[in-house]
């Protein structure tokens, strides 16, 4: 069992940043792949980011590609969203995700079933 902490939310302008953070606990080794998604009102959840724990490697959709970094601490725990140059379309709930075997990170073509471990969500408006 796993469970996950989202934090670093919050209003900002466009061309802002922001810095999300994911504090893990449990059974950390299903959360050996873990990823970032959002989900606007009205539209559905969609993964931005994903990180694959054993090696570090990251996965971005086009979207968010060069604008965003995802990335771990094993030490702390934590998985980080670092987003710059904001836009309003980014306005969503983010929630991070765990799994043991979200393999479908590594074509870059996850989703939502790709996961089973769900933290509670984080604001993000930009204005």
């Known amino acids: 069992h796993v469970q996950l902490v989202e934090s670093g939310g919050g209003s900002v302008q466009a061309g802002g940043s922001l810095t999300l953070s994911c504090v893990f606990s449990g059974d950390t080794y299903t959360s050996n792949y873990m990823s970032w998604f959002r989900q606007a009102p009205g539209k559905e959840r969609e993964g931005v980011a994903c990180i694959f724990g054993d090696t570090r490697l990251t996965y971005y959709k086009n979207s968010v590609k060069g604008r965003v970094t995802v990335s771990q601490d094993h030490a702390k725990n934590t998985m980080y969203l670092q987003m710059l140059s904001l836009k309003p379309e980014d306005t969503a709930m983010y929630y991070c995700?765990?799994?043991?075997?979200?393999?479908?990170?590594?074509?870059?073509?996850?989703?939502?079933?790709?996961?089973?471990?769900w933290g509670q969500g984080t604001q993000v408006t930009v204005s």
């Open positions: 995700a765990a799994d043991i075997g979200a393999w479908n990170c590594e074509g870059g073509n996850w989703s939502i079933a790709d996961f089973g471990y």
